[in-house]
Structure formats: C-alpha cells, structure tokens
C-alpha cells in the first residue's frame, strides 16, 4: 500500500530511531493543509500488518470523506517504546485527534489527553487514560464463539485439550481473551484442559516453530486457538504437514485473506473477526463529531462488532463489520 513522506519525516525518524516508523497521510502531506483542516494522527502497532492495513483503509476513507490531513504512523515491529514517541511527536506537532491502540504505554497517550488532544483507543485498551472512547473486540463473545463451534463439531462428550497461541503474553489482552476462554470452555460437559500456551511475537515463522513445538509435546490436543492474526495461517499449516488436521480443530481471528482462503478451503474452521475497518473509519469519524459537534459516546467501553466468520458465512459477512454508528 502506498505510503507518502510528510514533511516532518526527519523529526519523525529522530525521535524513533528507525526508519521503519513514517508519517504517511491518507489525506495529504503536512506542509500541504488547509487552512482550518483538522490533522489526525494513527499510532498503529503494526506499521504494515495485513490486518492493520484493513484500519488503515477505514482511516483514509474516513479522512478523504471529512477532509481531514490524516498520518498513519506505527512502528514495524511490536515496540510499545517505540509508539510512546510517535505519540509525542503528535503532540508536538499539534495533532487534533489521535488514534491508537493498548500497546502503548498510558503516560505518553495521557499526555496528548493533557494537551487538549481527543484520544480514541482500539483493539486493547488504556483504562488510565481519560479516552473519548474504546473500540475494540468483546472477548467474551468471542470464546463462546469458538466454544460453540466446537461443541457442535465435537460434541458434549469429547473431553477438551485445549492450546492457545497469542502474540505475546506480557500484554494484558492476551491474558483476558484466555481468561474469557478458560470460563466459556470450563462448563465443557465432557471436561476441559487448557494444556499449553505459546506466543508468535507477531512472526509467522516463529508461531510455526511454536506449534511444531507444542504439538510434539502435547499430542493430545484437539482445540487449536490462535489470537494472532499470523498464528491461524502458520498453526494451519503445521497441523497439515503433521497429517493431524482430521484430529485438530484450528480457529483464528481476524480477517486477512491468507485465513479467510484457509477458512473456504477447510484448512480452518474458523476465524473471529472484529472490524478492524472500524477502527480506522468508525474511531474517525466519532473523534471528527466530538471535535465539531462536542458529541460523546453514550459509553466509553463500545464493542466493534464481533462475529465467527466460517464456510458458511464467510463469503457474505464483510458488510456487517463496515456499519458506521453516528454519535
């Protein structure tokens, strides 16, 4: 996806120390805005993650719509450090609006709430933080999700060994969708064991070696539970080559198309997916409306809409996730 260099990208790289990290507008360089043009700022996790990627087109279909000057900034690999300096550069710069997700440490991301920036959480949140609002997936909803699927593929009386990968289990999301999991497979009839937990650091070779790893070592796991968008794909296709995916049902999140071909070709049987289109395009146009129009959402904690997308569904569910909710 094409990416354009403001005119701070120097400023930008100093304060980051990579140059995996750009201000990139979906509406325009910097030094190009109007008069009286609002500027957003997007500190993604993941600067050109598949999955994010889908943020950003909402992002910038939302800023193109608004007439809003909109960078979309993030490093390339998972630093929290590296997101709390981005969010300083945005208050540096005057940002309007700012957008982020959980990872970042809440100091920086108070900060810009200090300064008179409106802040609008997505994904993971910052409770710490006085937000306008958090977006994000119901992670209860999700476990019955997959509990249900595999209820009625396994039936009541099939005893449960269960594996969840997660991108890293330092971040405090990952530790609540496996605590919704745990309490949704836990009243399992036939009995529920969660026999291991593993982390992809956001690499798919690494969420490879991984379950290469935990499947050697725990051959009687039947739930393969993946919370990484890279992990369902990498967990796929190790279960394929250990010839076990008849005696495996693999689940996923998210909605890149690497799962979504896997899910229409059997490779998995499910992916849940949060409309991470909405977290670029909802998450604007909500901050735009509170800014011009002093408008608040009725809670601050809103789900973005959460939904098990398998063969049955899967070519017809993408429409759910893009529905805007005015404020």
Same mark, same amino acid.
């Given at each position: 996806?094409?990416?354009?260099?403001?005119?701070?990208?120097?400023?930008?790289?100093?304060?980051? &120390?990579?140059?995996?990290?750009?201000? %990139?507008?979906?509406?325009?360089?910097?030094?190009?805005?109007?008069?009286?043009?609002?500027?957003?700022?997007?500190?993604?996790?993941?600067?050109?993650?598949?999955?994010?990627?889908?943020?950003?087109?909402?992002?910038?279909?939302?800023?193109?719509?608004?007439?809003?000057?909109?960078?979309? $900034?993030?490093?390339? $690999?998972?630093?929290?450090? @590296?997101?709390?300096?981005?969010?300083?550069?945005?208050?540096?710069?005057?940002?309007?609006?700012?957008?982020?997700?959980?990872?970042?440490?809440?100091?920086?991301?108070?900060?810009?709430?200090?300064?008179?920036?409106?802040?609008?959480?997505?994904?993971?949140?910052?409770?710490?933080?006085?937000?306008?609002?958090?977006?994000?997936?119901?992670?209860?909803?999700?476990?019955?999700?997959?509990?249900?699927?595999?209820?009625?593929?396994?039936?009541?009386?099939?005893?449960?060994?269960?594996?969840?990968?997660?991108?890293?289990?330092?971040?405090?999301?990952?530790?609540?969708?496996?605590?919704?999991?745990?309490?949704?497979?836990?009243?399992?009839?036939?009995?529920?064991?969660?026999?291991?937990?593993?982390?992809?650091?956001? @690499?798919?070779?690494?969420?490879?070696?991984?379950?290469?790893?935990?499947?050697?070592?725990?051959?009687?796991?039947?739930?393969?539970?993946?919370?990484?968008?890279?992990?369902?794909?990498?967990?796929?296709?190790?279960?394929? @080559?250990?010839?076990?995916?008849?005696?495996?049902?693999?689940? %996923?999140?998210?909605?890149?198309?690497?799962?979504?071909?896997?899910?229409?070709?059997?490779? $998995?049987?499910?992916?849940?997916?949060?409309?991470?289109?909405?977290?670029?395009?909802?998450?604007?146009?909500?901050?735009?409306?509170?800014?011009?129009? &002093?408008?608040?959402?009725?809670?601050?904690?809103?789900?973005?809409?959460?939904?098990?997308?398998?063969?049955?569904?899967?070519?017809?569910?993408?429409?759910?996730?893009?529905?805007?909710?005015?404020?």
């Amino acid at each position: 996806m094409k990416r354009r260099l403001v005119c701070f990208l120097i400023a930008a790289v100093m304060l980051c &120390g990579t140059v995996g990290q750009v201000f %990139a507008g979906g509406s325009g360089d910097r030094a190009k805005k109007s008069s009286g043009q609002l500027h957003f700022v997007y500190v993604t996790p993941l600067l050109s993650h598949p999955v994010w990627l889908i943020a950003k087109n909402g992002f910038d279909q939302a800023c193109r719509e608004l007439g809003i000057q909109g960078d979309w $900034i993030g490093p390339s $690999i998972i630093s929290p450090e @590296e997101m709390a300096k981005l969010v300083d550069t945005a208050i540096a710069q005057k940002a309007d609006a700012l957008i982020t997700q959980g990872l970042v440490p809440a100091p920086p991301v108070q900060n810009a709430v200090d300064a008179g920036i409106p802040v609008l959480i997505v994904d993971s949140d910052l409770s710490d933080v006085d937000r306008l609002a958090f977006f994000g997936k119901d992670t209860a909803v999700q476990a019955q999700a997959f509990y249900a699927d595999v209820l009625k593929k396994l039936g009541p009386n099939t005893p449960l060994n269960v594996s969840i990968q997660v991108a890293s289990l330092s971040y405090e999301v990952a530790h609540n969708q496996i605590a919704d999991i745990e309490k949704a497979f836990g009243k399992h009839p036939g009995g529920f064991k969660l026999v291991s937990r593993s982390e992809s650091k956001s @690499e798919k070779i690494q969420s490879a070696t991984e379950w290469e790893r935990t499947f050697n070592a725990y051959p009687a796991i039947n739930v393969a539970i993946n919370l990484a968008a890279e992990a369902g794909p990498a967990c796929a296709t190790v279960v394929q @080559e250990k010839g076990i995916r008849s005696k495996v049902l693999v689940y %996923a999140v998210d909605d890149v198309d690497e799962t979504l071909d896997l899910v229409r070709s059997g490779g $998995i049987d499910g992916t849940v997916a949060t409309s991470f289109f909405n977290y670029g395009y909802q998450a604007t146009y909500w901050l735009y409306q509170h800014i011009k129009d &002093g408008k608040k959402p009725a809670t601050v904690i809103n789900d973005a809409g959460t939904i098990l997308i398998n063969k049955e569904n899967v070519d017809n569910y993408a429409d759910a996730l893009k529905v805007k909710k005015d404020l």
